[in-house]
């Protein structure tokens, strides 16, 4: 998780806005990362629950 992590201390011990603008963006990325990465599991659980319903109903 190093894309997340911020070369100086923050805003309150005179890091520059720069910095600050970076740590939004990459906590805003992981957020969103992590958003579709939750969607593609539930993609593949929904894909075998309804393999599963498809068996149970066959037997």
Known sequence: ???C???VPPVTAGCPVSHVLIIVYRVNWLW???LRDRWNEEVIIVKHEMQW????FKR
């Open 53 to 56: 319903s498809i068996n149970f």
């Open 5 to 7: 992590e911020c070369p």
């Open 32 to 34: 969103t990362k992590a």
């Open 1 to 3: 998780m190093t894309e």
